[in-house]
């Protein structure tokens, strides 16, 4: 099945400052010949020319030299390029070896590199179950796979990584079994001190195609993204585009094509984490007057930059790089403007006027896309409907078991010891240290009861504690809420005042075990209620009694 897979891998700048910002590229359109249990795949056409426009749009965002690209542009890009006065870049050969080499040499490059970095990985060719083809250097066929993809990208050092593709079976690069086991590696890099926060976006769910079209000169997919991730996702016009945004963009113009909703991760699970700020770059204003179905084009007609539809009303721009374009409108009467971009300045799209220029036909199995997409406005709306489906369809994400010191405080209520009438009331405090499923720690308490009798009207006991306790957590609904069996052992002081005599024990030696039930309503607070049943072994006559203690106790932590 002849498809286009492109995976990109977009990070963003962080609130602690501007970060710097690379990209890897890779175009591979060649397929394989049939063998034993396998079928043939055709050679792609595009998947050079989807590479070679991600990269020049990346070229406009990384710092000097920080895109690498890996194709081999056939003779029609080459041609094409040309006739747009385009530059062709430099490439390498899309090999395995070339390309782990171009991520070890990025990866020594961050690491001399003090500030936060973006890295922006794209890839485009044919998919197969659990991995990418690459060109071979001996045999008939190379490979990676996508779990050697994410550990590659994950041990660059970058701040954020996050990935794309457009294929089929696109999404059992990192969900279905296949390839080595490399999970415990993949772990022990998330798990760092300072981890790569990545996030998904996959064209396909199943092995249905998103497809190539011969007028975009490229897969739908790289297409829609590439019109994404130049502004026309950015729903609610912050001029930041954000995962959830981008998600739902790239499903409202290729599900009804497909037929199937591109299958994602967020970062951290965050569809509000931005994929790419827009302000300051070069831009292309969209004015509120513009309107309908737009696409931005090289002033020789091809490639093709992006595309989107324009309501009015609305204000909207593009990131594009430097250079001279032209902007189709392309329901209705044929309208055309022509603009040129000057690299970090912004420019306004002038009235479209009439289009002598006729469509380009399609080609031999073409997809028929034209009255499919772009067919409607994209609005907060639509990412709104992704949000919902995204929060209800999944699984909560288990939080880790927390870990740190535990500042107590409660309030005790129990029926008075030794067997005297009433209720005792108390404060507790102390600290403990949580080890995620272990705890230990020492309580101190002070409780008071009224306890008079016809011979002394004004007795009152008091009693001080001092225990150490361990138990072991066990966390609940991700870790919001815990049940922890413990065990204390500590003394009591017990002295009762009446009449202004007091009598007691210094030294009363206590055991007790019990439950606490514990919730968190924040991250660094959590609310608990325990029961426990102690027994308290006080001197009477000069001889030790024990006194069974039951009890509740009500109280707060603060979690550091």
């Known amino acids: 099945m002849t498809t286009a897979l492109a995976l990109a891998l977009v990070v963003t700048a962080a609130p602690e400052g501007p970060h710097d910002v690379y990209a890897v590229v890779v175009g591979h359109n060649g397929g394989r010949l049939a063998g034993p249990g396998r079928a043939a795949l055709a050679d792609l056409r595009f998947a050079d020319d989807d590479a070679l426009r991600m990269a020049r749009w990346f070229e406009a965002l990384a710092v000097p030299g920080g895109v690498t690209v890996l194709a081999r542009p056939d003779g029609q890009t080459r041609a094409t390029l040309d006739a747009a006065g385009l530059p062709l870049p430099a490439v390498l050969a899309p090999t395995r070896r070339a390309l782990f080499e171009a991520l070890e040499a990025l990866k020594q490059t961050l690491a001399r590199r003090a500030r936060p970095s973006t890295v922006f990985f794209f890839y485009a060719g044919h998919g197969l179950t659990g991995r990418l083809l690459l060109e071979p250097e001996a045999g008939d066929e190379a490979s990676l796979t996508g779990r050697e993809l ?38 022990t890099l998330e798990a760092g001190a300072s981890p790569t926060t990545l996030g998904i976006l996959t064209a396909a769910q199943s092995e249905t195609p998103a497809g190539e079209a011969s007028d975009l000169m490229g897969g739908f997919f790289s297409h829609v993204l590439a019109s994404g991730l130049a502004g026309a996702a950015d729903a609610d016009g912050d001029e930041v585009v954000r995962f959830g945004e981008l998600a739902a963009f790239v499903a409202f113009n290729t599900e009804g094509l497909t037929g199937q909703r591109p299958w994602f991760e967020p970062p951290s699970q965050d569809l509000g984490a931005p994929v790419v700020a827009l302000s300051g770059t070069t831009r292309l204003e969209l004015p509120g007057e513009a309107e309908g179905r737009l696409r931005v084009v090289s002033e020789a007609g091809a490639p093709i930059v992006a595309e989107l539809f324009k309501p009015r009303g609305r204000r909207m721009a593009l990131t594009l790089p430097s250079g001279e374009y032209r902007v189709q409108r392309r329901d209705g009467a044929a309208k055309v403007a022509r603009v040129a971009l000057v690299a970090g300045q912004s420019r306004t799209l002038g009235p479209l006027l009439d289009d002598d220029g006729a469509p380009r036909a399609a080609g031999r199995g073409d997809l028929v896309w034209e009255p499919v997409s772009f067919q409607a406005p994209f609005s907060p709306q639509v990412v709104a409907a992704l949000d919902a489906g995204y929060v209800s369809g999944r699984p909560a994400a288990p939080s880790p078991a927390r870990r740190g010191l535990v500042v107590d405080a409660a309030y005790v209520g129990a029926p008075t010891p030794f067997g005297l009438p009433g209720l005792e009331h108390g404060v507790e405090a102390g600290a403990r240290l949580s080890f995620g499923g272990p705890q230990a720690g020492v309580r101190v308490a002070f409780r008071m009861a009224p306890v008079p009798s016809t011979q002394a009207p004004d007795a009152v006991l008091r009693r001080v504690a001092v225990n150490v306790r361990g138990g072991w957590r066990f966390g609940l609904f991700g870790q919001r809420l815990g049940l922890t069996p413990f065990a204390t052992a500590g003394f009591k002081t017990v002295w009762r005042t009446a009449q202004g005599k007091v009598a007691g024990d210094a030294f009363a030696p206590a055991m007790g075990a019990g439950l606490q039930a514990e919730g968190h309503v924040a991250s660094w607070l959590s609310l608990w209620l325990e029961g426990r049943f102690e027994a308290t072994w006080v001197s009477l006559d000069g001889a030790r009694t024990a006194f069974p203690e039951p009890g509740v106790t009500m109280g707060a932590s603060v979690w550091f």
């Open 150 to 187: 994410r550990l590659a990208l994950l041990d660059l050092g970058a701040t954020h990584v996050e990935l794309f593709i457009d294929a089929c079976r696109s999404q059992s690069l990192f969900t279905e079994r296949g390839g080595p086991d490399l999970s415990k590696e993949i772990a």
